[in-house]
């Protein structure tokens, strides 16, 4: 069975430039989180959907960060304005139920000159 | 704040021996445990988890062990070996709470052949 789909594996860009993250959860999968992990931070929650709605966004660290879901199979993360301090791996994960674990993606590596 | 936390942040252990990581947890609140393991380059991998009304639980080679009246959580890998090289992370989640999971700072096991 396919994963968590995450998209780009790999992205690297200037600071300023608008940068999106692509994931795709598990079929059938009704919630979806957007981590960020940094050596010093480790992993951190940014916001997560139940049934396609954003539900807890009080990780997000700035306005420059939003999160869509505009249906079960899709999620994208953009940062705009980007900063050097946004570079980190995003991992997108996906839950079948409430009660069950998580499942995660490869992540992204986002590196902001 | 209230936060996971590991003790060891790299343990050591001859092929063939168990392995016991340990996780200190502070949110009295948290009903639900889970521990992840992450090879470099890839996401957090699903192991085992477990919930507060439980003290012990058993997977393949694996065992977590819950201490409530202590806040200790620990994983336990029988008969480790060359593939179980990896970082460990634990995890909790709030009862009523948000659905994200807080993580710890992760213990990185090596297995010496």
């Known amino acids: 069975d396919a994963g968590v789909i995450q998209s780009p594996r790999h992205e690297v860009t200037e600071m300023g430039q608008e940068v999106t993250l692509r994931c795709k959860p598990i079929?059938?999968?009704?919630?979806l989180f957007w981590y960020r992990q940094t050596m010093m931070r480790g992993l951190e929650l940014l916001i997560y959907f139940n049934n396609n709605v954003p539900i807890d966004d009080s990780g997000m660290p700035e306005d420059r960060f939003s999160a869509k879901m505009p249906n079960a199979s899709f999620s994208t993360l953009k940062i705009q304005p980007s900063e050097p301090r946004d570079s980190a791996v995003y991992f997108c994960?996906?839950?079948?139920?409430?009660?069950?674990?998580?499942?995660f993606g490869d992540g992204t590596r986002l590196s902001i000159l | 704040g209230e936060s996971v936390g590991l003790h060891l942040p790299t343990l050591s252990v001859q092929e063939g021996d168990n392995s016991i990581i340990n996780c200190a947890y502070s949110n009295s609140a948290s009903d639900y445990f889970i521990w992840y393991k992450q090879e470099s380059g890839k996401g957090p991998q699903f192991i085992i988890d477990i919930r507060s009304n439980m003290d012990k639980r058993q997977g393949q080679r694996v065992t977590v062990l819950l201490n409530k009246t202590v806040k200790h959580l620990s994983l336990q890998i029988a008969a480790t070996q060359p593939g179980d090289s990896a970082v460990y992370f634990c995890?909790?989640?709030?009862?009523?709470?948000?659905?994200?999971?807080?993580f710890g700072k992760g213990t990185h096991l090596i297995i010496q052949p």
């Open positions: 995890a909790e989640k709030r009862r009523g709470g948000a659905d994200g999971l807080t």
């Open positions: 079929s059938g999968h009704n919630s």
């Open positions: 994960a996906s839950r079948e139920k409430q009660g069950r674990p998580q499942h």
